[in-house]
């Protein structure tokens, strides 16, 4: 089993910033984030492995960064450049499997709203 906590959600204006945080009870080899919006299905956002080969969704190349801290058991998310398409609900997730596929592990959320 792992548990994941989440924080670092709030609400910002366009172009703005946010760093989110994903701390884990126990190592993972795989983390990720994924976001679900009102209404929409969940959808990756990013992953890292142990060895930190990452991952990126097209429609956040360039803008969100996803690193992990392996001696903390903490995975983050830099979101640079933020539109109001990235209002969602962000979720860590992990799995002891990589490539990950549909993740065994999830947290609760943090919400993230961006206004213009």
């Known amino acids: 089993q792992v548990q994941l906590v989440e924080s670092g959600g709030d609400s910002v204006q366009t172009g703005g910033s946010l760093r989110l945080s994903c701390a884990a009870s126990?190592?993972?080899?795989?983390m990720g984030w994924f976001r679900q919006a009102p209404g929409k299905e969940r959808v990756r956002v990013g992953t890292?492995?142990?060895?930190?080969?990452?991952y990126y969704a097209d429609s956040v190349k360039g803008r969100f960064t996803v690193s992990r801290d392996n001696a903390k058991n903490t995975m983050y998310l830099q979101m640079n450049s933020l539109k109001p398409e990235d209002t969602a609900m962000y979720y860590c997730?992990?799995?002891?499997?990589?490539?990950?596929?549909?993740?065994?592990?999830w947290g609760q959320g943090t919400q993230v709203t961006v206004s213009s």
């Open positions: 997730a992990a799995d002891f499997i990589c490539p990950m596929g549909w993740p065994a592990y």
């Open positions: 126990t190592y993972s080899h795989c």
């Open positions: 890292i492995t142990a060895t930190k080969i990452t």
